[in-house]
């Protein structure tokens, strides 16, 4: 119980530091977005590359962790959207906002930190925590798809909700790679739906 408990602890401790950081201002203004540009299209995009290229391809061939992680993330979405409509009696886009945010789990940012603490050089254990931090990326695809079609001010002709769902996959498909697909899509009529703009 210790063992876990100390390898845990780092990991709250810096967030506890990010957060008194923030509270008395001993940061510039603008180093919060800088560092999360960072690690959204630098550190965290190297870092499942290097998890997801040291796996062995077999790792990736097993069909019943894939239906239960994503059957479950997908559960879990259709749950809260349902509760949110219902319950709160919000309109779509607040129940998909909602919905995406009681399915993410964050594994990237505390998942990943606790499992390295936790089990030093245990490589399974962290490909496992890898993929957790990109199957959320389907439901992602899902409720852009949701907040877009239900934005009244952004009318789209019929034929480029083909283009919107296509460039959703491709980004769900590209994820780690975000940097680039950021610049690839910045200048498109069809950015703001890949959340771009």
């Known amino acids: 119980m210790i063992e876990a408990f ?19 201002r001993a940061l510039p203004e603008n180093a919060n977005q800088t560092l999360s540009l ?31 992680v994503i ?18 009696r919000h309109d779509s886009a607040a129940a998909t906002v909602t919905a995406l945010g009681g399915c993410f789990c964050n594994a990237a940012f505390v998942g990943i930190p606790v499992i390295t603490s936790a089990l030093p050089g245990n490589a399974e254990a962290l ?3 890898g993929l957790f931090t990109i199957t959320p990326n389907l439901l992602f695809v899902v409720g852009q798809v949701q907040l877009a079609a239900h934005d009244p001010s952004r009318s789209m002709p019929q034929g480029r ?3 919107l769902f296509m460039c959703c996959a491709i980004r769900c498909c590209t994820m780690p790679c975000s940097g680039a697909w950021r610049a690839a899509c910045w200048s498109r009529p069809w950015g703001w739906a890949c959340g771009i703009r």
Request: aromatic share 14%; net charge negative; charged share 5%.
């Open 38 to 68: 960072y690690v959204l299209n630098v550190a965290l995009p190297l870092l499942l590359f290097q998890i997801m290229a040291t796996a062995p391809l077999e790792s990736f061939a097993h069909p019943q962790f894939w239906l239960g």
């Open 127 to 129: 490909f496992v925590a």
């Open 161 to 163: 909700k083909a283009v």
């Open 6 to 24: 100390s390898a845990v602890v780092p990991v709250f401790l810096l967030i506890g530091l990010g957060v008194c950081l923030d509270l008395f």
């Open 71 to 88: 059957a479950a993330q997908f559960l879990i979405y259709g749950v809260c959207y349902a509760a949110d409509r219902i319950l709160a």
